[in-house]
């Protein structure tokens, strides 16, 4: 069997990471591992892990890192993923990154690409962002009619701002992605498995060249 192919999606809060993750799903066939999304879902469950988890991502933190470990074991040891996966959002400190390690060991992670976007551009991307809460498909405000509309184009869900997605959440989080996730960059790439890609352009185009460089790694 071909080793398992595992991509690590990088890039701060609107750089574009989902919408990347979400066309290398459809161009390579494995499954999209958000967990943003995942922990989204745990919270609209109203259950009382959802209820703790809400509270912090409205703050814009972090979820600790040992119940994170949790999530992350469970969907990735599922066997839609045993040929690999797409992994957005994990890991997101040093700790989650040697969790992941030993929970993939021995072939690791095939290659991790870093989206490349300056934070002025990422906070004018979020404050317009909106999202469909059923598809996930992605509007601005003031480009898209269905962000004005609330009525999504894809599916016809509705399409909603997110509770995280305000001035004050964006800061808190493009503060905690310099301060724990950039230095994981360094960390990948010491280990020669990290490519950077600019993350301004046509979604298509950005995924294209993703593509190569994984199929790059894979031969
Ligand atoms: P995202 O959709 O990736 O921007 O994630 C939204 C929120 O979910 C983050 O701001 C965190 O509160 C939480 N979250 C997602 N992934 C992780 C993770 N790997 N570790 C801790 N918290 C996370």
């Given at each position: 069997m071909a080793a398992p192919?595992?991509?690590?999606?990088f890039g701060k809060q609107g750089s574009g990471k989902g919408t990347?993750?979400?066309?290398?799903?459809?161009?390579l066939?494995?499954?999209?591992?958000?967990t943003g999304d995942m922990l989204r879902d745990a919270a609209a469950s109203g259950s009382e892990f959802g209820r703790r988890v809400a509270a912090i991502m409205d703050a814009g933190e972090l979820v600790p890192d040992d119940?994170?470990?949790?999530?992350?074991?469970?969907?990735?040891?599922?066997?839609?993923?045993a040929a690999g996966f797409i992994l957005d959002g994990y890991p997101r400190t040093p700790g989650q990154a040697a969790f992941l390690d030993d929970l993939l060991a021995p072939e690791g992670v095939t290659v991790a690409i870093e989206l490349q976007v300056p934070d002025d551009v990422v906070r004018a991307r979020i404050v317009h962002r909106r999202v469909c809460t059923s598809c996930g498909a992605i509007y601005a405000?003031?480009?898209d009619a269905a962000a004005e509309s609330g009525v999504c184009d894809v599916?016809?869900?509705?399409?909603?701002?997110?509770?995280?997605?305000?001035?004050?959440?964006?800061?808190?989080?493009?503060?905690?992605?310099?301060?724990?996730t950039e230095p994981l960059l360094g960390y990948y790439s010491d280990r020669g498995l990290l490519e950077r890609i600019?993350?301004?352009?046509?979604?298509?185009?950005?995924?294209e060249g993703a593509v190569d460089l994984v199929e790059a790694r894979r031969s």
């Open positions: 192919l595992r991509i690590l999606v990347l993750a979400t066309r290398l799903h459809q161009r066939g494995l499954p999209h591992v958000s119940v994170m470990e949790g999530v992350v074991r469970e969907r990735l040891e599922a066997p839609d993923a405000a003031g480009r599916c016809g869900g509705s399409v909603v701002q997110r509770a995280d997605d305000t001035e004050e959440a964006v800061g808190a989080r493009l503060a905690t992605y310099a301060s724990l600019p993350g301004e352009g046509d979604p298509d185009s950005i995924a």
